[in-house]
């Protein structure tokens, strides 16, 4: 259903509009269920599957032992015969364990039994930094899965998105990797249509448009970007944001484009800068867009070294202030 037909709205937080996507979809196909550490009666630990567990029972809504490795392997048995699997992994943090299952497994079997079988699972997990958390619940490590071909990697920034690239994953034949912004699970709220829509998986869009320079990121760093771009027209820096929605595959067409117009560029993300995604896209604007360039591309990112705990924790993500000094950067080289 195109939103184009939606009147009715809600206004939602982040973490709310996940929840409403799941709600939805369980309602419309029945193959749909969702499962994980605490999602059952305990709604879940950030509330995502909050009254999922009264209104469609236990068949469908699973409360699994603390086994990453368990709940996204006994999930991808369940795609393989055609149920339509949304697994929760608490924190991303916690995947780890469960690698194997999804590299070996997850991303590979359609390929692996030349398109015998398709996995249309979700496997949903918070991530990043910002909520004062103990080890293991911070990381940004959204590079890990973009190295494999068999998976989508979505990483909204908005209720609306959220809700919207939620749906398109659970319908998507494939195995998506369902990235949420915890630090932004409740910071704002936005307005999302009752109902089902899509939103298309590998599309960018353009938060602000600027022709001084072009300011790339996603998820959690779109508000600081966005801040960032809005207080530089002061200085007379008209900054265009584009939010990439979905790192893998990436809308690389729309950043070359976004490229051409201001011929300068500055990539914000939280995760580590060695290895990181704005590697990849300084690489595809060399590559692409080479003789557009005026200048150096500028990275704003995380540090490489372990994620700190909360009394160092401000330090290391990247802030409006940083984002601003690298958007500057880039644009008066």
């Known amino acids: 259903m195109s939103t184009q037909e939606h009147e009715a709205t809600q206004n939602l937080t982040l973490v709310q509009s996940v929840r409403d996507a ?3 979809e369980m309602e419309l196909d029945d193959d749909v269920l969702v499962m994980g550490e605490d999602v059952g009666k305990n709604g879940g630990v950030f509330r995502a599957t909050e009254g999922l567990y009264d209104e469609f029972g236990e068949d469908r809504v699973i409360d699994t032992p603390l086994a990453e490795s368990g709940i996204i392997g006994t999930a991808v048995g369940m795609a393989a015969m055609g149920l339509k699997p949304v697994p929760e992994i608490q924190f991303s943090g916690f995947a780890y364990p469960g690698f194997d299952q999804i590299v070996s497994h997850m991303a590979r079997l359609r390929t692996r039994s030349r398109s015998r079988y398709t996995l249309p699972m979700t496997l949903r997990m918070p991530y990043g ?22 998976l989508k990697v979505v990483m909204p920034s908005t209720p609306y998105d959220a809700k919207g690239l939620l749906i398109s994953a659970i319908r998507d034949p494939d195995p998506v990797v369902f990235m949420e912004p915890k630090l932004i699970y409740r910071a704002f709220r936005g307005d999302v249509p009752e109902g089902d829509y899509e939103v298309p998986i590998g599309e960018a869009v353009t938060r602000r448009e600027g022709s001084d320079v072009s300011v ?52 914000v993300h939280e995760a580590p800068k060695t290895g990181g995604l704005a590697g990849e896209i300084t690489a595809t604007l060399q590559e692409e867009a080479l003789l557009y360039q005026e200048a150096p591309v500028k990275r704003v990112t995380g540090y490489d070294v372990p994620y700190p705990l909360y009394a160092l924790e401000d330090y290391y993500l990247p802030n409006a202030a940083r984002v601003a000094d690298g958007i500057k950067e880039a644009a008066e080289f």
């Open 22 to 24: 799941l709600a939805t």
């Open 129 to 150: 930094g910002g909520i004062r958390a103990p080890e293991h619940h911070s990381e940004s490590k959204e590079a890990f899965y973009t190295h494999e071909a068999g």
């Open 216 to 267: 790339f990121t996603y998820g959690a760093m779109t508000r600081p970007t966005m801040e960032a771009a809005e207080e530089l027209t002061e200085e007379g820096i008209d900054a265009e944001v584009v939010d990439l929605r979905t790192v893998s595959p990436m809308d690389r067409e729309a950043i070359v484009e976004s490229f051409k117009k201001t011929g300068r560029a500055c990539v």
